[in-house]
């Protein structure tokens, strides 16, 4: 009967480490062998060669994307964070109904396809969209404004639309975990609501803060549909590069070395999560 449950468990755990090894290192496993590969008129060499990593660190065009991708992700993330934390902190204080209607209300577009979010933020910023309607109905401007759309600026808005609710989701729930008699023993100490919060929830709400802005930039740095979707031929970002190597170029060990750049990019912010987590719990 031992050997017999000893045996289930082994493989329960065989099972349970087999599919991240088969669904998740083995592909990236397959990635960072592809990228050390190279393309010789058009036909794929299994040869070893670091090229494809010279090719981005030698051409300024990938180096700029690269960093401007950095910096667009890193500003949206830094906006989202700031209007996540004040949303999270208002419905915090609300009753309990109240406070549920809010959350669900910000994390509904979760539900919607990411399509159709997409098209929806082309609705209001597109040559004819809500945007310019109002602007021109308000007598601001005489004829549609085109710099709201096909831009590093309309990526930039539709990054905060569509990744808003993964930064609210967690500061709530972190805030919403910090002891209510908390609160109670500052204001009974003298303490206002500004020294409850600079004091009590900031630093208590740290890990919320650091996932979400985890996820955040994250999933905007290797976002390609958005900025194909609005961003046009003035909207180039770093994800937008790596799958043209796959899509149009056909450039497979190129868009492989791209890709584990990206991932380097996007475990070294994992990393600094950690740090700031580790941070913040030490104090």
Known sequence: MDDRRDLWRMGWAAFCLGLPFLFVLAPIGTFILYSFWHNESGALVREFTLENYRAFFADPVFRSI???TVALCLGATIVNLVAGYGIALFASRRPPRLRFALILMFMLPLFT??????????????HRGVLNELLIASGLISEPITAF??????????????????????????????PENLGTASADLGGSQMDEIRHIILPLSLPGV???????????????????????????????????????ALNWPLGAALAVILLATSV????VAGLAMRWSTAR
């Not at 396809?113 to 597109?126: M, T």
């Not at 955040?216 to 900025?227: A, E, I, K, R, S």
């Open 149 to 178: 759309i096909f831009s590093q600026s309309a990526i930039f808005l539709t990054f905060i639309v569509l990744y808003l609710p993964f930064a609210i989701l967690p500061i709530y729930l972190s805030i919403e975990r910090i």
């Open 210 to 248: 650091v996932v979400a802005a985890l996820f955040n930039f994250v999933m905007t740095f290797g976002d390609f549909v958005t900025p194909t979707m609005v961003g046009g031929t003035e909207g180039f970002t770093f994800g937008r590069i790596v799958f043209s190597q796959f899509g149009v």
């Open 268 to 271: 070294l912010a994992v990393g």
């Open 113 to 126: 396809s990411y399509i159709i979010k997409v098209y929806a933020v082309r609705g209001i910023l597109g």
């Open 66 to 68: 690269y960093l401007q």
